[in-house]
């Protein structure tokens, strides 16, 4: 570990001064990607020089205490112990700093709710889910805007997709992949009886041109009517935009915007995330061990989380952690469960790591 420490930190230093050569600042692209790759070194460097200095202190105390002043000798050990004491915990937390970050955990994300099983009652449960969201998105300021969005007429969706931007969104609402299932009794269901619903949750980090490349004659693009709420200017304006990725057969549209020129825009970034969510999935199945270690694997066929209404209960099947705070749950206060899916996800890297 500590060769590695070293290793990061003679880089974090050449970075310094790379950072401050005029040549390198002129070449704007160049110089924002050392400022990023430095800005995400600094906090390993940062706290390893701190143990350096506890370690100096510890082995400057186990000097001292050769002296036969007794007084000196009892200043000595306390300083060794406590820096010992301070060291231990030290190593913990650059075990975790080494741990590799997601490269997608700043990214910002583009989230699709769909119904399940369950008819009617699931894309209520879809509508129940996406308020959630929008709920946590304002308690961490984060902006949301609806993409696409298909309604039922008693206020569900068939599907939602919606584009949340923010610092670290991706690195909390990528726990969210996967599908939700609720049990409850439906507002349609006159006996009382407790339905089973699902719907599922699929969260794409938004990504730029360079990140994925799309031949332009690879997209097909139609344009139609948006339909549901919008008043007459919806109604009579052809501005919603379908793009079909002929090679991958994979659809993306936008029907939210006035502008015909917006929702192409925005059925670009949908269509650009899902084929980088394609080619990452490639990647982490490639990385079996890896992928088995993951929290937040992404996989959208895994049962992840129940809602069971009756006992006012959520459970994540991943982590085993049971919530019995329902309504709080649902108004957005996700953070409990999402810090606890994301120390136990560092917990199985670090462990794999280990290996």
Not at 167 to 195: A, C, M, N, W
Request: charged letters at 35%.
């Amino acid at each position: 570990m500590f060769q590695k420490l070293d290793d990061v930190e003679k880089k974090y230093e050449e970075l310094t001064i790379q950072i401050s050569d005029p040549e390198i600042i002129a070449k704007t692209n160049e110089w924002q990607k050392l400022m990023k790759e430095h800005a995400d070194m600094a906090p390993i460097v940062e706290k390893y020089r701190e143990y350096k200095k506890v370690k100096q202190n510890y082995e400057e105390a186990l000097e001292m205490m050769k002296e036969e002043d007794q007084e000196m000798k009892e200043l000595a050990e306390t300083e060794m112990l406590e820096s010992k004491e301070k060291m231990h915990s030290l190593e913990e937390e650059l075990k975790l700093l080494l741990i590799p970050k997601d490269p997608d955990d700043d990214k910002n994300v583009i989230c699709e709710i769909r119904a399940g099983a369950g008819g009617e009652e699931a894309a209520l449960f879809a509508g129940t889910l996406f308020r959630m969201y929008t709920m946590y998105a304002e308690k961490k300021h984060w902006k949301l805007e609806i993409l696409n969005e298909n309604e039922t007429g008693l206020g569900g969706y068939k599907e939602i997709s919606f584009m949340v931007t923010g610092k670290g969104v991706y690195s909390r609402l990528k726990f969210e992949s996967g599908v939700h299932r609720v049990q409850r009794v439906p507002d349609t269901e006159s006996s009382g009886r407790i339905h089973t619903s699902t719907a599922t949750v699929a969260v794409l980090p938004v990504v730029e041109d360079v990140e994925i490349e799309i031949n332009p004659s690879d997209i097909k693009m139609d344009v139609y009517r948006a339909s549901g709420a919008g008043g007459q200017h919806v109604n009579k304006t052809s501005s919603a935009v379908r793009l079909t990725h002929i090679p991958t057969g994979i659809v993306a549209e936008c029907q939210t915007e006035r502008s015909q020129l917006q929702n192409r825009e925005y059925a670009m970034r949908l269509l650009r995330s899902r084929l980088y969510e394609i080619e990452k999935q490639k990647r982490d199945s490639e990385l079996a061990n890896e992928r088995k270690s993951q929290v937040g694997s992404g996989d959208r066929s895994e049962k992840i989380r129940t809602y069971n209404y009756p006992q006012g209960r959520i459970t994540d099947h991943r982590i085993g952690l049971s919530i019995f705070q329902m309504e709080d749950f649902l108004n957005g206060n996700l953070d409990e469960m999402l810090d606890s899916l994301i120390a136990a996800d560092r917990a199985e890297r670090l462990k794999g790591s280990e290996e």
